[in-house]
């Protein structure tokens, strides 16, 4: 077990990508705390964490409150007395082409993905500096390297992520915080089963593996950059896409 008692936070573990990678850290014998938005989702993810008899708390998080962040924190230590591992998961989309975009839509998907990721990282990072250890990992997308298509915002806060991922390993790492991003390509989740069946079609063509990603691609990611066997990376964007290039 790649994880054995590390304490895990990973946010928008309800469903999806988080969900997986909840459900991967506890096979690897992670105590995971399961946070989300959505309570019917952060219980289905717990059920099914306690259903493989490990350790795990749901707490309803809106990642883009301080004063709910910071209880996420308060909860973790009480309960479990250390932070090892954030994945700062969470994340929407809403897109539009620039010149239809809302200001409305453009501050939604940047206070979720850039500012919740902000949020839960420098809170994490003060209780890992104490710590003297931690591993943070944050959501980007191969639209963070390449852009898309109607996704502005969405662009926007993803190669945001990489930024921040840069600018923290260089004041985090020295003190043995490593820090690191995953780049997801198309993965089937409900973000993306919301997109026109001709688009995910097209993206599974342009892949040279000619699949779209499942969840568990990204989970497997993530339990390797946040196990020992990842000890000397730092500052890296793991690029998990089947080799799509947009
Ligand atoms: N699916 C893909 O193809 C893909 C590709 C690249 C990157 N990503 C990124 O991976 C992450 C997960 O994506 P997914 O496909 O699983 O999406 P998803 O929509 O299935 O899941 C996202 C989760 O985040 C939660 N969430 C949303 N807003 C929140 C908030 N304010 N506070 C707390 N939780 C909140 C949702 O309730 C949901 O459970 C996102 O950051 C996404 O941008 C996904």
Redesign the pocket.
Known sequence: MRLKDKVAII??????????TAIKFAKEGAKVVV????ID?INRTVSEIKALGTETIGIK?????NE?VANLMNKTLEKFEKIDILV??????ADARLIKMEEDQFDRVI???LK?TYNCGKEAAKIMLEQGNGVILN?????GIYGNFGQTN?AAT?FGVIGMTKTWCKELSPKGIRVNAV??????????EKMPEKVLNFMKEKAPLKR??Q?ED?ANAYAFLASDEASFITGAVLEVTGGVVL
């Open positions: 946010t928008g573990s309800g469903r999806g990508i988080g969900a997986a946070c989300d938005i959505n989702d998080v809106d990642v883009t409150n709910d700062n998961n969470a994340g929407i989309t206070a979720v993905n919740g959501a980007s997308s191969v639209v969405y993803k780049a997801p390509g198309f993965i089937l989740s409900p973000m993306t779209l990603g969840p990204i």
